[in-house]
C-alpha cells in the first residue's frame, strides 16, 4: 500500500512538473510577443493551453511568472561548465572558455530572457539584479579566479583579474552578441565565433601576459 502511494505521488510529481514547464513555455513565449506590460494572464493560459484557474494555482501574477522565467534561465546557463582547471595553459582556456561562452549566449532562444530582463529591470530592479549576479557576475568570478592562478604562476601580469575577465568576455562578444540580441543578425557560426574569440585571446595575451627576462 506504502509502495502504490509512493508511485501515485511520483506520478503527480511528474505531472505538475510538466504542467509548469507548459505555463513557462507559454508565458516566455508571450513575453517576446507583447513584452511584459502588454501580457496578460488571460493571454498567458491561452498560449500554454490552461484555464485561468490552472494558472493561477501554480503562479499569483504575471510578476511571479516573469520571476521563474528569468530562474529557469539562471539554471539553464549554469549547466554549461567551463575548464577553469588551473594547471591548463592561458591559450587553450581562453579559446575554449570564449568559444563556450559566445555558443551559450547565442544559442537558439538564448537572447530571450536577456532581452526580457532588459525590458523591465528598470521596474523589478531586484529581477534584474538576481539574474546579473546568478549569469554574469558568476561567470566573470570563475574566470577570474583562473586569472589570478595564472597570475600567481607567473604566466599573467594582471593587477586587477576582475577587470581583465570582464574585458576579455566583452571582447568576446565583439560584432556577435549584440547583433543577436537584438535581433538584427542571427547565431553566429562556429567558425565565426572562434575567428572573433582567436583575435579577442591574441589582444588579451598582448596586454596581460608575462613579459619573459
Known amino acids: 500500500m506504502v509502495a502504490a502511494d509512493r508511485t501515485t505521488l511520483h506520478l503527480i510529481g511528474d505531472e505538475d ?85 559566445i555558443q551559450m549566449l547565442c544559442r537558439p532562444g538564448g537572447g530571450s530572457a536577456t532581452r526580457t530582463v532588459m525590458a523591465i529591470a528598470e521596474r523589478m530592479p531586484e529581477v534584474g539584479r538576481r539574474f546579473y549576479s546568478h549569469v554574469v557576475a558568476h561567470t566573470i568570478a570563475r574566470l577570474a579566479g583562473y586569472l589570478e592562478t595564472r597570475a600567481a604562476a607567473g604566466d599573467l601580469e594582471i593587477g586587477d583579474c576582475q577587470l581583465a575577465a570582464t574585458q576579455f568576455m566583452q571582447m568576446c562578444q565583439a560584432s556577435l552578441f549584440m547583433p543577436f540580441l537584438f535581433q538584427a543578425a542571427p547565431a553566429p557560426s562556429a567558425e565565426r565565433i572562434a575567428q572573433v574569440v582567436e583575435s579577442a585571446t591574441r589582444i588579451f595575451l598582448a596586454g596581460y601576459q608575462a613579459k619573459q627576462a
Do not use: C, H, W
Open 17 to 101: 512538473s510538466s504542467k509548469r514547464r507548459q505555463i513557462l513555455e507559454g508565458a516566455r513565449k508571450v513575453f517576446m510577443d507583447l513584452g511584459f506590460d502588454g501580457a496578460s494572464m488571460g493571454e498567458i493560459a491561452r498560449s500554454a493551453g490552461v484555464s485561468k484557474g490552472t494558472l493561477y494555482v501554480y503562479f499569483a501574477d504575471k510578476s511571479r511568472l516573469f520571476e521563474a522565467i528569468v530562474e529557469e534561465e539562471t539554471l539553464e546557463q549554469g549547466k554549461v561548465t567551463f575548464n577553469f582547471d588551473p594547471t591548463r595553459d592561458v591559450p587553450t582556456t581562453l579559446m575554449e572558455f570564449g568559444q563556450a561562452y
